[in-house]
T-cell receptor
Framework: EAQVTQNPRYLITVTGKKLTVTCSQN?????MSWYRQDPGLGLRQIYY???????DKGDVPEGYKVSRKEKRNFPLILESPSPNQTSLYFC??????????????FGPGTRLTVL | QKEVEQDPGPLSVPEGAIVSLNCTYS??????FMWYRQYSRKGPELLMY????GNKEDGRFTAQVDKSSKYISLFIRDSQPSDSATYLC??????????????FGQGTTLQVKP
């Protein structure tokens, strides 16, 4: 089954404790993105990756890091989480061959709470 | 001013009603327009895709794009309780087709009552 998986689905942590949210896709997609979703603000892009070893900032990158060492994986790293990073996070992937269609396949989401 | 504006609702309608969901945008470079549906506790899934202006129909769903007014709409005919979800509009410009960057509206929460 074609899918994007994220782990963990739920996470409660404390300020300053480094954490990683994993994302993996099995569709051989070149492009992967991370979004956060907050009430009233919709989905905002954090980082994206055009291919292995190619990453760039989205609209709200502060406090986040990513890496793309393998095509299928795109982990999101919070090195020193703060309460304002409490949010619902989504990983998404899409294929270059979509011809500009940008059809994003989303993961199930990770709900993060930073105390 | 946000690039994409969408009324968050909530919108509550009786089963069988025609639903109209709308977004306005300010960036005239947007060419690709999408509607995503997001059920509670799930990730968004692509519902409709339209390139440039015009209409597109898929079953009970019709997507309209009016680039002159910078306005897009999603119509749902004969709405069903299973249509209850949050609907997000999304759009992108041609130059962003290789970056995967979509600009999303805030989402409209729809409830269809039996």
């Amino acid at each position: 089954e074609a899918q994007v998986t994220q782990n963990p689905r739920y996470l409660i942590t404390v300020t300053g404790k480094k954490l990683t949210v994993t994302c993996s896709q099995n569709m051989n997609h070149e492009y992967m993105s991370w979004y956060r979703q907050d009430p009233g603000l919709g989905l905002r892009q954090i980082y994206y990756s055009m291919n292995v070893e190619v990453t760039d900032k989205g609209d709200v990158p502060e406090g986040y890091k990513v890496s793309r060492k393998e095509k299928r994986n795109f982990p999101l790293i919070l090195e020193s989480p703060s309460p304002n990073q409490t949010s619902l996070y989504f990983c998404a992937s899409s294929s270059r061959l979509a011809g500009g269609r940008n059809e994003q396949f989303f993961g199930p989401g990770t709900r993060l709470t930073v105390l | 001013q946000k690039e994409v504006e969408q009324d968050p609702g909530p919108l509550s309608v009786p089963e069988g009603a025609i639903v109209s969901l709308n977004c306005t945008y300010s960036n005239s470079a947007f060419q690709y327009f999408m509607w995503y549906r997001q059920y509670s506790r799930k990730g968004p899934e692509l519902l409709m895709y339209t390139y440039s202006s015009g209409n597109k129909e898929d079953g009970r769903f019709t997507a309209q794009v009016d680039k002159s007014s910078k306005y897009i709409s999603l119509f749902i005919r004969d709405s069903q309780p299973s249509d209850s979800a949050t609907y997000l509009c999304a759009m992108s410009a041609p130059g962003s087709s290789n970056t995967g960057k979509l600009i999303f509206g805030q989402g409209t929460t729809l409830q269809v009552k039996p």
